[in-house]
Each structure stands twice: as C-alpha cells, then as structure tokens.
C-alpha cells in the first residue's frame, strides 16, 4: 500500500555523494570528534544489546545540545537521508539501528534539567539513564518509580519512546502514567513542547504528550521530559518463593495480587533462567520457578503485608537470596553471560494467558532443539511483560523458534513490546489498523519520512 | 436537510432511531448548561437538522461515510453533562446520540477487564461490574448520565478514582473508533490517547476495553473544616507531596457550604471543608488516615455523618447547586494544586470585582492537578445578565490560566482560550491532526481547534 510514505533507499552512489557533502556539514554543526564515520567507530551502533546484527549507520552523530539537532535534522532532509534516533540500544526489536542511515547517538543530551520538589517533578534530557537520575533523586529522597527491565544503563528517552513498563509499574504504572511534558525536535527542525509541566496531560485539546509514548522514535526525536516523581518510600522488601510448577505460581501470586496493596513490583521466571543465572557469579539454588515480589510503603503496612505473603507462600526462599535475586533483576545483565547466539523477544500479554505463552514457549523450544527461558512481569492488574529468550548452537533454530513463539503470542492476543524492524510485522498483525492510523499522525510530524517507518507505519 | 436525506439515514438506522420532531431538535441543542436564545444567535449555534440514533459501530460508519458524501456535519453526543457546549450542533446538521449504543459485552475477571459500547452509562457499567466484585479505575460524579465515550472524548482528568488510579486514558486498554471517513479502527494504548480528549473531532468513539479493579476490603471517608482557605491549601499541597494518593478528594468553600445549606441540607459552617475517601487494604487505609489526620492538623475532623453524606452526595454536588440556580455558569479550571491558594484569591478578587456571587467546588485529579470550579449561579431566562455573567466566567477562565491552570474540557465555550494555552507551534499541529483525519470537517465543527468566537477576547479585555 502506498501512503507516500516510502523508506528512504537511493542508489549507493547517490548516498555516498549526498553524505559526503552531509558529512561537512554535519562536521560544522558538531565539530569533527562528534561525526563518526569509521568501521571500527560504527560498529558498537550495529548492535541491539540483546543481539548483533547486519544493519551499519552510515554515519553516527553525537549532538549535546538540542539547538546542534535542530540544525542537524533539516540538513539531513536536504541531503535526503534517513534518521533513526538511538538511546543505550537496549531494546529488542533493532528499532534503535539503521541500515545505512543516520543515527543520532542522544547519550550526550544526558543532563538533569530541573528537580521541583514543590510540583513532584523532574525534567531531564532524553539521554540521562535510570541510574544517572536516580542517584540525582535519591539524595533528595526521591525517586521516579520506574526502572526498565533491561539495565539502569537504558536512557529516558527511549524508555518514552517504546512505551515503557518496568519494575515499579504496579505502583506506578508505565511510562505514560508519569510522563507530564515532553520536548521533541521534528524533522524540520522545529522544536515542539506537548504540553505542561505543572499539569498532567489531558482535557485541553488533543494530546501531544502522550502521543509521543511508544512513538518509536518514527515522529520526532525526544529531547527532553518532565516527569512525576515520588518520595522514596519509608520501607522496601523483596520475598521471593520457589513454586513445584507454574500453576501452583500463577495462583500464588494471583492471590498475592488481590491482598497486597503496597506492591511494586512482581515478577516470576522459570528454570531456564534460573540456569542462566547460575552460569554468572550468582550462586542460586536450582528450582522449577521462583516468584518474587517487592513491596513498599508505610513500614508497618509493608511489615504487615509481608506476615500475610510468608501464609501465602509455601515455600519461600531465604531472605539473603531473595535480596539477591532483585539485586540480579536487571536481564541485560543476565544475558550477557550466555555464549551462544542468542535471542530476546519481549510482548505485552493479558494476565490470563501467562500459563498458555509459557507452555508454548517451552513446547517449541523442545520440539525444535534449542534452550529456552521465560520471564514474566506484572506491569497492571490486566497485563504482563513476558521475554522469551531463546538460544543454542545453531541459529537458524533459534531464528525459526522466536518467529513461532511470537506468532503463538499473537494468537493468544499478545502484542510486541515494540516493533523496531524486527517485530514490525507481528506489530502490523496484533494490530492491524493501527499503522493506518499512526501514517496520519506522521504525515503531520514528519511529512518528509525523515524518520523511516521501519517497515511498521506503512 | 433534504427529506431524501433523512430517507437515506432512517435506511441506516431504522426510522424509529431518525428524529426531526421540533421538541427533539430543541432538546439535542443544549447540555448541562442551558444557553439562552441570545447567546444561541450571537454565538451562531444552529439546530440540529436530525437526531440519529445507532445502535452499532457499522452503523455509525455508514452514517459517517453518508456524511463525508453529503457534506453534513455530524455531531456526537453522549450524556450532554458537561457544561462546556462540546456536545453543540454549531453547524446543524446530524446529532449522533449514542445512548443507544449502551451494551456491556464482557466483564472478564481473570484478564481483569471490561468491554463496552461507548453511549453506556458509568453506573450502569459499574453496577454490571460490582457483580463480580471490580470497579472502573476512575469515573465521574455525573457517573448517572455521563457516558464512556463522553468521559473519554472530554479528557476525563477528575473524578472517582482518578487521584489514586490516573485519569481515564490510563486505564483504556483499547478503543474502538469510526474516523471521519467512516473506517473502523481498533486502537490500542497508548496510541488511543490520540482519541482521548479529541471531543469527537477526530471520529466517534464506538467501544472501549477498560481495565477492571477489585473492590479493595475497606473504605474510609473523612472531612475536615478549616477556618481559612491557606491553611486548607497548604494541608493540600503537603498531601500531594506525601505521596498518599487518596482515592477521591473535593473541597467546597464557605460559598458552596452556605446555598446548600440554604437548599435544606445539614452542613456545617467552615471557610473550606476538605471531603476526602480512602480505599484500599485494611492496613493501608488505617496508615493513610493517620498519615491524612496528620496533615491536616490545622483543620477540625468533622463528624462521620457529614462525611458520609458527602459520599452520598457524590454524583450531585453540581445538580444539586443548580437548583438555587436556575441555572449555572460552571468555570472548570486544572490547577496546579501548588497554585491553588492564589487561584482561588485571585478568582474571588474578579468575582468580586464583577460584582458576582461564585461558590466555589474542587476535585482532585491526577498528579497534583486541581479542577477548581467557581460556580455561578444564573438564570438563561433572562439573556442579558445571562451574558455578562459568561462574560465574567471566562475572564474567570482567563485569570486562571495566566497563574499556570489549564481548562478541563475545550468544547465551545473554552476554545477562546487555545491560544492563550498552547503556543503557536502546538496549536498548529493540532489543527494540522484535525484536517489530516478529518479533511472536509465535518466531525463536530466549531470545536477545540476551531474557534469562532475571536470577538469575545476583546470584550474580555474591556470587561
């Protein structure tokens, strides 16, 4: 179907003139240490954390300030290429590479703007990690209440723009819950502020701001964001429990959820990745599943709450490693342990269906000869993040076992946490009317496609 | 309209769901807040030509796709009860009333969540659900007759539950929508937020998936008095910093206290009562009302029955007001609640100034946002005061906006005030959303990024 919108794939030497010429302007704008064009200064952007891939940028630009990518983005029209914007890379879908475009590197845009402890805000630059701002907030005794699955090390910005859910989401929801305000630069240069930094989002007009959650970095490139931001709370505690199979699971932690109101966070994962995790330094015992929880709150509420699980669960796991396992919550950091290829796909999927995604996965894994291992996050009462992760010698099995599981998700009503290139098509088959409708969005915001559709929104 | 017209929509929808009766046209020209015929004729609001009737998405898209052909401009309608004139045919032409769009088709207690057509009322959703034990995150005090898809197109940022769970656009999970063109899309969040607060000019809202929540074990109200509106602010703005998310809160000031007195109810004699209601665990609720006890110190605890009242009363606040009335001029300003104490001197500086009588009411809403709304009492009988009195309400409007507010609702009566809340660039891309989904405008005309009534800013800056 063509909507005009078309990615951006001249003849190689039309490219290599057009850059040439763009990459002194570019040089101009950012100066020569900000312009990357070299091999060995490329490739760590041909890499998605959970995977490497094929797909090079041409060019990688570094901009430090939002008016350097104001200028940098109508030159890039001009010249007639591509733009994909990229935070820490951590996602799972490859939205933050491109094949032989621009990539905009925003780490360098990472400065904590403004604490207003009067309003219960913060603004930061898209760039600024988890970590950077929590260890802003902390010494105020504040925090932002979310934490992306991924690592610390993964920035705002694209948390914002893959709509992001974490630890910390059953409390706080996702990102769209929190974000107030958000800056973004268009392709023509135009600095565009949604909305409000005193008031939430909603009610005055068509909303802009959250527009921009899940916008996959195709309408404009996020520079900036207010957000709400809470005190941390008087007292945390993690308990985790081992479960003999996952419905005796699933029902412990479905009767935890309805008595528990000081819940942050709730996550549960099977042998597969307790295995994983015994390759790394972590010495955690062998079990079928463990469950953990982590509450926060008032303390005696908190206290109380955790006399209440200790009836609920019938085999809980010793503090010390409960507190450990949270201190090894972070998948990135699991992952990286393992050899082999290896492959992370992550969908949002109805709480109900938990039990079936997990039997489906550990059924092909199984049938096509290659490890596996699920993990489950409670983002709300209705929905759940599930990552399989899939690996073994040979990747031609991993690659048909992933596409199978994540057409099983689908069937069971799942959707793909984002689309990047990779799971753009399973996108454009969970929703199916939906890239009809963001193409008008984008026609308004980036007219000219200067942000590529990544074979989603066309 | 053409009586061929008509033929071709009773063809659509039957000709039982086709009105053009003169009471009907009347009735489907007003909301909450009845316009008298002078400002009707200053502000250019036509009749509408029919009153449609569907009773399902594929209806609505014929009757959409009719429209774009006959260029008809098509105006839904849910529950009419906001006061800000969204739901005015400016142009004539189709009222959409969705009302009879009212089926509940799964409350599901394992995904945790709930389905319905758009034109069904929240009580009657919320009584389906309470069957089962779940509730609605949040949902408004005209939970009697407003219905999902109003409550949604109108931003949905207060009410029940929206302190605590979010507004309504956190707990959309899909929404159906029949655009302009007459497609049918189904759109998840949070790409819905598109459709959240468009007010039906980006399409008509047919269905939406909601998250479902338990009906926690306890529930506590609470209310306090204050013999000053600051220390009352101030007991507020240390709430929103504690982190305690009450589940509603309203405050009422010593206007509002004395004409319900004066309708007959029992209530005492404050400068401010703060009513607040807390759910949850048993334990939570017990650490809150503490924590609540606390900072509101500089308040008296009000006796139990009050509070209860208030929690009975809940769904009639602003209905009940309007009986002193006839009629009221409702201001629904967001502020920022660290605003609200020089919101509410600066407001009753203009009232008093304009020589008005304002009661002033207030509903927490998300995030540390405060729908303060200075009521005015009025009479649409008598049309000149009538004006003067709207005129005071939007430099009421105005004045809140210069502090930092922002409106709850566009509709008709606030669009004047787009350029003053949004900067060129946002209100430009707004406009360019409007003719992008809705080329030939017919979806409710004279709305949110359409404003015709530029005139009355400059009477504003006189007056």
Same mark, same amino acid.
């Given at each position: 179907?063509?909507?005009?919108?078309?990615?951006?794939?001249?003849?190689?030497?039309?490219?290599?003139?057009?850059?040439?010429?763009?990459?002194?302007?570019?040089?101009?704008?950012?100066?020569?240490?900000?312009?990357?064009?070299?091999?060995?200064?490329?490739?760590?952007?041909?890499?998605?954390?959970?995977?490497?891939?094929?797909?090079?940028?041409?060019?990688?630009?570094?901009?430090?300030?939002?008016?350097?990518?104001?200028?940098?983005?109508?030159?890039?029209?001009?010249?007639?290429?591509?733009?994909?914007?990229?935070?820490?890379?951590?996602?799972?879908?490859?939205?933050?590479?491109?094949?032989?475009?621009?990539?905009?590197?925003?780490?360098?845009?990472?400065?904590?703007?403004?604490?207003?402890?009067?309003?219960?805000?913060?603004?930061?630059?898209?760039?600024?990690?988890?970590?950077?701002?929590?260890?802003?907030?902390?010494?105020?005794?504040?925090?932002?209440?979310?934490?992306?699955?991924?690592?610390?090390?993964?920035?705002?910005?694209?948390?914002?723009?893959?709509?992001?859910?974490?630890? %910390?989401?059953?409390?706080?929801?996702?990102?769209?819950?929190?974000?107030?305000?958000?800056?973004?630069?268009?392709?023509?240069?135009?600095?565009?502020?949604?909305?409000?930094? %005193?008031?939430?989002?909603? @009610?005055?007009?068509?909303?802009?701001?959250?527009?921009?959650?899940?916008?996959?970095?195709?309408?404009?490139?996020?520079?900036?964001?207010?957000?709400?931001?809470?005190?941390?709370?008087?007292?945390?505690?993690?308990?985790?429990?081992?479960?003999?199979?996952?419905?005796?699971?699933?029902?412990?932690?479905?009767?935890?959820?309805?008595?528990?109101?000081?819940?942050?966070?709730?996550?549960?994962?099977?042998?597969?990745?307790?295995?994983?995790?015994?390759?790394?330094?972590?010495?955690?015992?062998?079990?079928?599943?463990?469950?953990?929880?982590?509450? *926060?709150?008032?303390?005696?509420?908190?206290?109380?709450?955790?006399?209440?699980?200790?009836?609920?669960?019938?085999?809980?796991?010793?503090?010390?490693?409960?507190?450990?396992?949270?201190?090894?919550?972070?998948?990135?950091?699991?992952?990286?342990?393992?050899?082999?290829?290896?492959?992370?796909?992550?969908?949002?999927?109805?709480?109900?269906?938990?039990?079936?995604?997990?039997?489906?996965?550990?059924?092909?894994?199984?049938?096509?000869?290659?490890?596996?291992?699920?993990?489950?996050?409670?983002?709300?009462?209705?929905?759940?993040?599930?990552?399989?992760?899939?690996?073994?010698?040979?990747?031609?099995?991993?690659?048909?076992?992933?596409?199978?599981?994540?057409?099983?998700?689908?069937?069971?009503?799942?959707?793909?946490?984002?689309?990047?290139?990779?799971?753009? *098509?399973?996108?454009?088959?969970?929703?199916?009317?939906?890239?009809?409708?963001?193409?008008?969005?984008?026609?308004?915001?980036? @007219?000219?496609?200067?942000?590529?559709?990544? @074979?989603?929104?066309? | 309209?053409?009586?061929?017209?008509?033929?071709?929509?009773?063809?659509?929808?039957?000709?039982?769901?086709?009105?053009? &009766?003169?009471?009907?046209?009347?009735?489907?020209?007003?909301?909450?807040?009845?316009?008298?015929?002078?400002?009707?004729?200053?502000?250019?609001?036509?009749?509408?030509?029919?009153?449609?009737?569907?009773?399902?998405?594929?209806?609505?898209?014929?009757?959409?796709?009719?429209?774009?052909?006959? &260029?008809?401009?098509?105006?839904?309608?849910?529950?009419?009860?906001?006061?800000?004139?969204?739901?005015?045919?400016?142009?004539?032409?189709?009222?959409?009333?969705?009302?009879?769009?009212?089926?509940?088709?799964?409350?599901?207690?394992?995904?945790?969540?709930?389905?319905?057509?758009?034109?069904?009322?929240?009580?009657?959703?919320?009584?389906?659900?309470?069957?089962?034990?779940?509730?609605?995150?949040?949902?408004?005090?005209?939970?009697?007759?407003?219905?999902?898809?109003?409550?949604?197109?109108?931003?949905?940022?207060?009410?029940?539950?929206?302190?605590?769970?979010?507004?309504?656009?956190?707990?959309?999970?899909?929404?159906?929508?029949?655009?302009?063109?007459?497609?049918?899309?189904?759109?998840?969040?949070?790409?819905?937020?598109?459709?959240? %607060?468009?007010? %039906?000019?980006?399409?008509?809202?047919?269905?939406?998936?909601?998250?479902?929540?338990?009906?926690?074990?306890?529930?506590?109200?609470?209310?306090? @008095?204050?013999?000053?509106?600051?220390?009352?602010?101030?007991?507020?703005?240390?709430?929103?910093?504690?982190?305690?998310?009450?589940?509603?809160?309203?405050?009422?000031?010593?206007?509002?206290?004395?004409?319900?007195?004066?309708?007959?109810?029992?209530?005492?004699?404050? *400068?401010?009562?703060?009513? !607040?209601?807390?759910?949850?665990?048993?334990?939570?609720?017990?650490?809150?009302?503490?924590?609540?006890?606390?900072?509101?110190?500089?308040?008296?605890?009000?006796?139990? !029955?009050?509070?209860?009242?208030?929690?009975?009363?809940?769904?009639?606040?602003?209905?009940?007001?309007?009986?002193?009335?006839?009629?009221?001029?409702?201001?629904?300003?967001?502020?920022?609640?660290?605003?609200?104490?020089?919101?509410?001197?600066?407001?009753?500086?203009?009232?008093?100034?304009?020589?008005?009588?304002?009661?002033?009411?207030?509903?927490?809403?998300?995030?540390?946002?405060?729908?303060?709304?200075?009521?005015?009492?009025?009479?649409?009988?008598?049309?000149?005061?009538?004006?003067?009195?709207?005129?005071?309400?939007?430099?009421?409007?105005?004045?809140?906006?210069?502090?930092?507010?922002?409106?709850?609702?566009?509709?008709?009566?606030?669009?004047?005030?787009?350029?003053?809340?949004?900067?060129?660039?946002?209100?430009?891309?707004?406009?360019?959303?409007?003719?992008?989904?809705?080329?030939?405008?017919?979806?409710?005309?004279?709305?949110?990024?359409?404003?015709?009534?530029?005139?009355?800013?400059?009477?504003?800056?006189?007056?």
């Amino acid at each position: 179907m063509s909507h005009g919108l078309v990615d951006i794939a001249p003849q190689n030497w039309v490219i290599s003139m057009s850059l040439n010429k763009a990459y002194a302007e570019f040089v101009d704008i950012l100066g020569h240490e900000n312009v990357l064009r070299e091999a060995d200064e490329i490739l760590p952007y041909s890499i998605c954390r959970y995977s490497r891939s094929e797909l090079k940028p041409a060019l990688v630009l570094k901009p430090t300030s939002v008016q350097q990518l104001s200028r940098l983005l109508p030159a890039a029209q001009r010249y007639g290429l591509s733009v994909t914007p990229r935070g820490s890379g951590f996602d799972s879908a490859m939205g933050s590479l491109t094949n032989g475009g621009i990539l905009i590197d925003l780490t360098g845009l990472n400065h904590v703007l403004k604490v207003d402890e009067e309003n219960c805000t913060i603004t930061v630059q898209s760039g600024a990690t988890f970590e950077s701002i929590a260890k802003d907030l902390a010494s105020k005794g504040l925090s932002i209440g979310l934490e992306p699955i991924a690592s610390l090390k993964a920035t705002i910005g694209g948390f914002i723009a893959s709509h992001g859910v974490g630890y %910390g989401s059953l409390r706080h929801g996702s990102i769209l819950n929190t974000v107030r305000e958000i800056e973004v630069v268009l392709s023509d240069g135009s600095i565009v502020r949604t909305g409000f930094k %005193g008031i939430p989002p909603g @009610g005055t007009g068509y909303d802009l701001s959250r527009l921009m959650v899940g916008s996959e970095g195709l309408f404009g490139i996020i520079t900036e964001a207010t957000l709400e931001i809470f005190p941390l709370p008087e007292l945390t505690t993690n308990i985790a429990s081992a479960f003999s199979d996952i419905e005796e699971g699933r029902s412990i932690l479905k009767e935890i959820l309805k008595k528990a109101s000081t819940l942050s966070s709730m996550y549960f994962f099977d042998e597969g990745l307790i295995r994983i995790l015994q390759t790394g330094s972590f010495k955690i015992p062998y079990e079928r599943f463990i469950g953990m929880v982590r509450l *926060e709150g008032v303390k005696e509420v908190v206290t109380q709450e955790v006399n209440l699980i200790e009836t609920i669960y019938h085999t809980p796991l010793h503090p010390q490693v409960s507190e450990q396992l949270w201190n090894h919550r972070f998948l990135h950091q699991i992952i990286e342990t393992l050899k082999n290829p290896v492959l992370v796909d992550e969908h949002r999927l109805p709480t109900d269906k938990n039990v079936e995604a997990y039997r489906t996965l550990r059924d092909l894994a199984a049938k096509n000869g290659v490890k596996s291992a699920f993990y489950s996050l409670q983002t709300s009462l209705d929905s759940n993040l599930v990552i399989f992760i899939v690996y073994g010698d040979d990747l031609g099995k991993v690659n048909v076992t992933r596409k199978e599981i994540e057409d099983a998700i689908i069937s069971l009503g799942g959707k793909p946490y984002t689309a990047g290139f990779r799971r753009a *098509e399973a996108m454009r088959k969970a929703s199916p009317a939906l890239p009809d409708m963001l193409i008008k969005i984008k026609r308004v915001l980036d @007219g000219t496609n200067l942000f590529g559709t990544k @074979g989603w929104i066309c | 309209m053409s009586a061929t017209l008509i033929d071709c929509l009773s063809g659509i929808v039957g000709k039982n769901n086709v009105s053009c &009766k003169e009471a009907d046209l009347v009735c489907y020209s007003s909301d909450l807040a009845p316009l008298p015929d002078i400002i009707i004729s200053t502000y250019g609001i036509k009749a509408p030509s029919v009153v449609v009737r569907p009773k399902n998405a594929g209806q609505v898209s014929e009757i959409l796709e009719f429209a774009n052909k006959e &260029k008809v401009p098509v105006t839904p309608r849910g529950g009419a009860s906001s006061a800000m004139g969204g739901c005015l045919p400016m142009d004539g032409g189709i009222v959409l009333d969705m009302t009879s769009m009212d089926s509940i088709l799964s409350v599901d207690e394992n995904g945790m969540r709930v389905r319905v057509q758009a034109g069904v009322t929240f009580e009657r959703v919320l009584k389906e659900m309470g069957k089962k034990g779940l509730k609605l995150g949040c949902f408004p005090s005209s939970a009697p007759s407003a219905t999902i898809g109003g409550y949604i197109s109108n931003g949905g940022c207060a009410g029940i539950g929206a302190p605590k769970n979010g507004p309504i656009a956190l707990h959309i999970l899909q929404l159906e929508v029949v655009l302009p063109d007459g497609k049918r899309v189904s759109v998840e969040s949070p790409y819905s937020s598109l459709f959240v %607060g468009a007010e %039906g000019t980006l399409g008509v809202i047919t269905q939406a998936a909601l998250r479902a929540y338990p009906i926690p074990e306890s529930f506590r109200v609470l209310s306090y @008095g204050f013999n000053d509106v600051a220390s009352a602010c101030s007991g507020l703005e240390k709430l929103f910093r504690s982190g305690i998310k009450p589940y509603f809160l309203t405050f009422m000031d010593r206007h509002f206290l004395e004409i319900t007195s004066k309708l007959g109810l029992d209530v005492p004699s404050y *400068e401010m009562i703060i009513f !607040t209601a807390l759910e949850g665990s048993k334990e939570s609720v017990a650490a809150e009302e503490v924590a609540i006890n606390k900072i509101f110190s500089f308040g008296k605890m009000l006796d139990v !029955t009050f509070a209860l009242e208030e929690w009975e009363r809940k769904y009639k606040a602003e209905l009940f007001i309007k009986r002193a009335g006839p009629t009221i001029i409702l201001v629904e300003a967001n502020v920022p609640i660290v605003k609200l104490r020089e919101a509410i001197s600066r407001l009753k500086d203009v009232s008093k100034r304009l020589g008005l009588h304002i009661c002033l009411y207030g509903l927490m809403g998300y995030g540390g946002s405060m729908l303060t709304m200075p009521i005015v009492l009025t009479d649409e009988r008598r049309g000149e005061e009538y004006f003067n009195t709207m005129l005071a309400a939007l430099k009421m409007t105005s004045v809140a906006i210069s502090i930092g507010a922002t409106v709850y609702s566009v509709g008709l009566h606030n669009s004047i005030f787009m350029e003053l809340i949004h900067d060129v660039k946002r209100l430009e891309i707004m406009k360019l959303l409007k003719r992008m989904f809705d080329p030939l405008g017919i979806m409710n005309p004279g709305k949110l990024t359409e404003c015709r009534m530029a005139w009355l800013t400059s009477l504003l800056k006189t007056g």
